[in-house]
C-alpha cells in the first residue's frame, strides 16, 4: 500500500492561483507513484472561499480524493535557519512529515543538505542571487510547483549550491505554492 501525498493550494478571495502547475504534480504522482494515467483536473474539486486567504489541503490517494479541506493563511515567522544534514527521501509530497519534524526539532527553519548539496527547507524550495541570476538547487527533495513555474520562466538557473559557497550568494529566497517567490530579509543561516 502506498502512502497518502497532498497538495497545498493557495486561495485568495475565491481565486485559485497556479491550479495548471498542481494538476501537473497531481497527475505525475498519479502516474509515477500509483501506476495510474487517468488525469483530473483539481479545480472540479475545488469549491474556493469567496474571501480571504486561504491553503487549500487536497489529499489523495490512487486515484482517490481523500480529503479537502480550506485553512486561513498565514505565513511562518522565520528568523534564523540553521543547515542540517538528511537523507531524506521526499520525491512526493507524502502527508507523513514525520522526518521533516525530527528535523526540525529545537530549530526555527531549516535548510537541509543532502549528499553535500543543499535542497529545500522545510516548507519551501530556495534560491541563492549570485549577482546575476537567481539559483536554485539542481537536486530538490521536492520539485515544488512554483519552482517549476520559474524554472519554465527562466526566472531561476539550476545550479549545485554548497554551504562552503554561500558567501558567493548576495540575496537568499523561499518559494511555495502559498508564498510564491519571496527574498528573506534580515534572517540568519547557520552552518
Sequence with gaps: MHPSCFETIKIKDGKIFN??????????????????S??????TVITPPKSGLYRCKITY?????????YFPYKAKEITHFT??????????????RSSFQKLLLGNNEIIIEKDGLLTDTSIANIAF???KS?????TPLLAGTTRARLLEENFLKLENIKKENLQNYSNFALMN???????QKSVNIQQ
Aim: without cysteine; proline residues 2%.
Design 61 to 69: 490517494g490512487n486515484n482517490t480524493i481523500h480529503s479537502i479541506e
Design 38 to 43: 487517468s488525469t483530473m483536473d483539481l479545480q
Design 19 to 36: 491550479l495548471d502547475w498542481h494538476n501537473r504534480r497531481f497527475n505525475a504522482t498519479q502516474k509515477m507513484l500509483f501506476l495510474n
Design 129 to 131: 542571487f549570485d549577482g
Design 134 to 138: 537567481w539559483l536554485t538547487p539542481k
Design 83 to 96: 543547515i542540517v544534514k538528511s537523507h531524506l527521501d521526499y520525491q512526493y509530497k507524502y502527508t507523513d
Design 177 to 183: 505554492a502559498m508564498i510564491g517567490f519571496r527574498i
